[in-house]
């Protein structure tokens, strides 16, 4: 993918009571390494209500809504790995990938590239169980 992605973006281990409660997370690492504004972070959570960001088995996409596109800094993938699952409207998710593209082509470029990654399941596990970020970093960035 083409964004910058480090060990910063990525958030090992996290244990949440709720899908609220990691997309908070996500948000606040997006704003503190000045890639959002809080706003955007705080559209991450209206997303939500307005529809699932679920996408398959065990992995959701938290992102904000349209309205807040310019509240994007500049891109920003932050990767949430919940190893003992937490409960996305009925389903159970253990990696929660927030995003925000600036601009519309690039946030359809994130979501291509991540796309390539999550349809093969075996990278897919090996971001859910890994405890090196270094190891997620690389299963993103080597998506083209």
């Given at each position: 993918m083409s964004i910058s992605l480090d060990a910063q973006h990525v958030l090992l281990g996290r244990e949440h009571q709720s899908k609220e409660d990691v997309i908070?997370?996500?948000?606040?690492r997006m704003v503190a390494l000045g890639?959002?504004?809080p706003r955007y972070a705080e559209a991450m959570l209206e997303k939500e209500q307005q529809?699932?960001?679920w996408i398959t088995d065990g992995v959701a996409l938290p992102h904000g809504t349209s309205a807040v596109k310019d509240e994007i800094l500049q891109d920003s993938v932050v990767v949430a790995?919940?190893?003992q699952?937490?409960?996305w409207g009925g389903k159970r998710v253990y990696l929660a990938?927030?995003?925000?593209?600036k601009g519309s082509q690039q946030h359809l470029k994130l979501l291509s590239g991540l796309a390539e990654v999550l349809q093969h399941r075996d990278k897919v596990d090996k971001l859910i169980r890994?405890?090196?970020?270094?190891?997620?970093?690389?299963?993103?960035?080597e998506a083209r």
């Open positions: 908070r997370e996500i948000g606040q890639e959002v504004t529809c699932s960001t790995q919940i190893p699952g937490v409960d990938i927030g995003l925000a593209g890994t405890g090196d970020a270094a190891e997620v970093v690389a299963i993103l960035t």
